[in-house]
C-alpha cells in the first residue's frame, strides 16, 4: 500500500543542505516503521495511481528478486567487458576483472539491443503492471540506459527527461531498475515532488558544476533545492517518473562500490514520437514518429508503419550528459 501516513522522518526542508554536506546517512530519511511517502507493494493499485498522478513518481518496493537483480548485475559485467557482441565505445580488455571493466562506464545507452537479458525486462510483468495504470492499456519502449556509476562518479544536474525524449502527448514515463541500495551515499535520485503538473519545458543552460556531467541543467522554475526529496530505494526496486519530473542526483560519494541501474523510458502507443536529430527526408514534423520501439503492452494503433532499427547500444563519457544524442546514435549505427 501507499504509505502517504508515514511520510520521511527529516525535515524535508532540511534534506538537500544535509546531503550536500554529506550529513546523511544511507537511508536515515526513512521513517522509523515502514516505508517513505510513494513507496508501495505489487500489486498495483488505484491508490498507488493516483499518488503517481498528484506527485509525479512512485516506488514499486522490491519489485525485481535478488535472483534477478544478480542476473542483471552479471549481464552489466558481461557487456562492459565485451560479452554481448560489438557496442561502441566498449573496447575489451583481456583478463579484465568484472570492476574494472564496470568502472571504466558510466552509461551505455540501448543496452536492450545487445542483450537479450535486458530486452526481458523491458515488458517484465511488474514494469506492466504499473505502466498500463499510470500510462494507459497501450505502451511501447523507445530506450533503455544501463548506468554503473562508481564511486567517485559525478551525477546529474536538475532535468525533465522529456527535454531529451519528446511525445506529444506528455506521457514520457521512466522506469529505473535499481540494480544497488541507491541512497544518499551513493547517489540516488532526488525528485521535486509535484513538478510536473506545469506541463511546463524549464530553460536549460550549461553548469559548472563539477558535481554533475556535462549535461544541460534546467533552471527559471518556482522551487528550489529544499523541495526536492530523496529516492532511496532497495536494490530490486522501481521507479517510476514522470518525463516532465524536474529530478537530478548527486555524486556517489561512497568509498567503494556502485549505484547501478537500468532505466527504460515508454510512452503511450497511442502518440507520435518525434524524436529525431534531423527530420527524415519529405517527414513533415507534424507527422514525425520515430518507429525504433518495442511494444511492451496492448497493441501498437500504428503497426502498419512497422518498425525500424535506428539507434544502436553505444557508450556515453562520464563528462558527457543528456538522455539521449540522436546524431551520436545514428553515428553509432553506421558503425556498427
Known amino acids: 500500500m501507499i504509505s502517504g501516513d508515514r511520510p520521511i522522518s527529516v525535515d524535508p ?18 521513517p522509523t516503521n515502514g516505508l517513505p511517502d510513494g513507496y508501495f507493494r505489487l500489486p498495483m ?5 493516483d499518488f503517481y498522478a498528484e506527485k509525479g513518481f512512485l516506488v514499486a518496493h522490491e519489485a525485481f528478486s535478488m535472483d534477478e537483480v544478480n542476473a542483471l548485475r552479471a549481464e552489466a559485467a558481461s557487456i562492459c567487458k565485451g560479452g554481448r ?17 564496470l568502472r571504466r562506464y558510466l552509461c551505455i545507452h540501448f543496452p536492450h539491443k545487445a542483450s537479450d537479458l535486458m530486452l526481458t525486462t523491458l515488458d517484465n510483468p511488474a514494469m506492466v503492471d504499473v505502466l498500463t495504470h499510470i500510462v494507459g492499456p497501450n505502451v511501447k519502449c523507445m530506450q533503455s540506459m544501463l548506468f554503473i556509476k562508481a564511486a567517485g562518479k559525478p551525477g546529474q544536474a536538475w532535468h525533465q527527461d522529456e527535454d531529451y525524449i519528446p511525445t506529444r502527448d506528455r506521457s514520457l514515463t521512466g522506469g529505473w531498475i535499481a540494480l544497488d541500495d541507491a541512497t544518499v551515499e551513493n547517489g540516488c535520485l532526488w525528485v521535486i515532488p509535484g513538478s510536473h503538473r506545469p506541463g511546463i519545458l524549464w530553460q536549460q ?23 526536492a526529496v530523496p529516492v532511496e530505494v532497495k536494490a530490486g526496486s522501481i521507479v517510476f517518473f514522470n518525463g516532465y519530473l524536474l529530478h537530478r542526483s548527486l555524486p556517489n560519494t561512497a568509498q567503494t562500490g556502485y549505484r547501478r541501474s537500468l532505466v527504460n523510458h515508454y510512452m503511450s502507443a497511442e502518440s507520435f514520437l518525434p524524436w529525431f536529430a534531423e527530420l527524415p527526408e519529405g517527414q513533415h514534423i507534424a507527422i514525425a514518429d520515430n518507429r525504433d520501439i518495442v511494444m511492451v503492452a496492448g497493441d ?17 563519457a562520464s563528462g558527457e550528459g543528456g538522455c539521449g544524442n540522436q546524431k551520436r546514435n545514428e553515428k553509432a549505427a553506421k558503425r556498427t
Open 13 to 30: 526542508a532540511s534534506l538537500n543542505s544535509k546531503a550536500e554536506e554529506g550529513a546523511l546517512t544511507a537511508f536515515s530519511p526513512w
Open 45 to 49: 493499485t488505484q491508490t498507488a495511481a
Open 300 to 316: 501498437d494503433p500504428y503497426a502498419w508503419k512497422g518498425t525500424e532499427e535506428r539507434n544502436r547500444p553505444h557508450v556515453r
Open 85 to 101: 557482441g560489438p557496442i561502441d565505445g566498449i573496447a575489451p580488455i583481456a583478463n579484465e576483472t568484472d570492476d574494472e571493466a
Open 205 to 227: 543552460d550549461f553548469h559548472e558544476d563539477a558535481r554533475f556531467d556535462c549535461s544541460h541543467e534546467s533552471y527559471g522554475f518556482p522551487y528550489n533545492n529544499d523541495d
